[in-house]
């Protein structure tokens, strides 16, 4: 039976898919006093900031959704990014999460206080807060990454990034260059091109992009049968999720299953592209599988088109007038699209966070990111992380992590709400034996094979090894013996 009761208090940090799901599970085990405070106008983190054109989802929506709010008419598969925004706003007010959430609230400061085993959490317009526990969900790709191109601000046209898109920006009937080729520049492209006098995408590392029809509608039968039989759905949802697994196993150990994935990609490009040279530059140095994987059904084609062209010189400078590459051709431009991807490496900055004895998350991050179970960190009591330090990737769903995450930290809510404990904290051993055992079951994995993935190279968020399954079993289990347990006086 769940009990109610306001301690303790919550502060979530970030109302994306990670913050939606932890104040609703919190609060659906009787958590009363949980507030989220996002620095956004709205909801949704990533699908809220990101507004370009094309943007879309290239995981199947019916797993790319909350286990708790399940949708069974998505217009398509693999749905837009404004549904999926107004999935997120619909799930908020239904379930009465709203007056929960702060909008338009940033935090710049949360200091831990012994005394009251306590946080204090400062916001950029003066209010201060407090609660026992903070939980940051703060998301791994927020900061929009600008690259440092020589004469960028020189530039007399308008340059905008694919993470803050400026809607007044005119794109139809001009010249436009698109620079990054991750899934976002591959979108834009794709979704620029057509109305474009002219679209010319610098590449500096070629994708592997896997062909999917990726504007294939949902039919509205199965719209109707998912909303028939919720059984049904919930087992549809459980098979995507095992298939997820499938995926990342793929993607992450040598296999004839990853070798005919690989071929796939392969034949992707060669069937679609019969021109030699362009296939030649749009072919990668390295093996497909080795980055975050790029699917799209149209990116190909935009590019074969008339008006498209692909630069593969490096670029050397903006003019005014456009784009300078390597081999002393200047690009007329009107538009810079920057589709240069996130500073991931800025996850939960630019916050200053200092835990107990004074020691900020940069000290304890020198390093780089690392953390207990993904979530908690020594000399930081009572402060989780939702999608922290070595969270799964890649094809393994954002929701389901995020709520057994969620889950693991109502454990530990749990204890301080029982009276008695006032804080919890992670050893630093637990932690250096939990990254330990990490580095090891990455041991046979293609990280350690010779094959890079941005968050390896962007530093520190590595490929978490573990399938859904046992995933849920390294969180399911919270281990006291691994914490120091802060007791009230005269609780013992
Ligand atoms: P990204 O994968 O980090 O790609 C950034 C691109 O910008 C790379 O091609 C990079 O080239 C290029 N770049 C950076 N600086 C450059 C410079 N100075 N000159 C030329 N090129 C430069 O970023 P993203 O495409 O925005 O994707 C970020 C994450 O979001 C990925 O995990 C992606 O899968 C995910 N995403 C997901 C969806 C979805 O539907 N679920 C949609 C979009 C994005 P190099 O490779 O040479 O560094």
């Not at 769940?2 to 301690?7: D, I, V």
């Not at 299953?257 to 749009?282: E, G, H, I, K, N």
């Not at 399938?467 to 919270?478: C, G, Y």
Request: charged share 20%; glycine share 8%.
């Amino acid at each position: 039976m769940t009990t109610t009761n306001t301690r303790p208090r919550v502060i979530i940090i970030g109302a994306g898919v990670a913050g939606i799901t932890a104040l609703h599970t919190f609060r659906s085990r009787g958590f009363t006093d949980v507030k989220v405070l996002e620095k956004g106008a709205d909801v949704g983190g990533v699908w809220h900031w990101n507004r370009y054109p094309g943007l879309t989802c290239d995981v199947p929506s019916q797993i790319y959704q909350f286990g708790f709010a399940p949708k069974p008419d998505w217009s398509h598969i693999w749905a837009g990014g404004a549904e999926i925004q107004r999935y997120h706003r619909a799930v908020v007010d239904e379930l009465g999460l709203s007056d929960h959430i702060q909008l338009n609230t940033e935090v710049v400061d949360a200091r831990w206080e012994a005394a009251t085993s306590s946080w204090t959490v400062r916001t950029a317009d003066g209010e201060t807060l407090t609660a026992e526990v903070v939980v940051c969900a703060t998301g791994v790709l927020h900061h929009p990454a600008y690259p440092e191109i020589a004469g960028l601000d020189t530039f007399a046209g308008e340059v905008v990034h694919t993470a803050r898109w400026d809607p007044t920006v005119t794109t139809s009937g001009r010249h436009i260059a698109v620079i990054g080729t991750g899934s976002t520049g591959v979108q834009v492209v794709s979704a620029l091109v057509d109305d474009a006098c002219g679209l010319t995408h610098y590449v500096r590392s070629p994708q592997w992009v896997l062909w999917a029809p990726m504007s294939l509608r949902q039919s509205r039968c199965v719209a109707r049968l998912l909303e028939t039989l919720p059984a049904a759905h919930a087992g549809l949802h459980k098979i995507l999720l095992r298939g997820s697994a499938i995926l990342a196993d793929i993607t992450t150990r040598p296999s004839w299953r990853r070798r005919a994935v690989q071929t796939y990609a392969r034949m992707s490009l060669r069937l679609q592209v019969r021109d030699r040279d362009l296939r030649d530059r749009l072919t990668p140095d390295y093996e497909p599988l080795c980055k975050r994987q790029v699917v799209s059904g149209t990116y190909y084609r935009a590019i074969q088109q008339p008006h498209a062209h692909l630069v593969t010189e490096q670029i050397t400078e903006v003019t005014a007038r456009g784009i300078r590459t390597a081999d002393g051709r200047e690009h007329p431009t009107d538009v810079i699209v920057l589709a240069t991807g996130f500073r991931a490496h800025d996850y939960m900055r630019p916050m200053t966070i200092v835990g107990r004895d004074g020691r900020t998350l940069d000290d304890a991050w020198r390093d780089g990111p690392r953390a207990y179970r993904m979530t908690a960190i020594p000399g930081f009591p009572n402060l989780f992380t939702i999608l922290g330090p070595n969270s799964p990737t890649g094809s393994i769903s954002l929701q389901h992590t995020s709520q057994l995450t969620a889950d693991y930290i109502v454990h530990w809510l749990e204890q301080l709400r029982a009276g008695g404990v006032t804080s919890v904290e992670v050893t630093d051993e637990a932690t250096e034996d939990y990254n330990r055992r990490l580095a090891e079951a990455m041991e046979p994995t293609v990280w350690n094979t010779g094959c890079h993935s941005w968050y390896i190279e962007g530093g520190s968020i590595d490929l978490f090894p573990y399938m859904p399954s046992t995933l849920a079993s390294l969180l399911d289990t919270p281990d006291h013996s691994h914490f120091h347990i802060g007791t009230a006086p005269g609780d013992g």
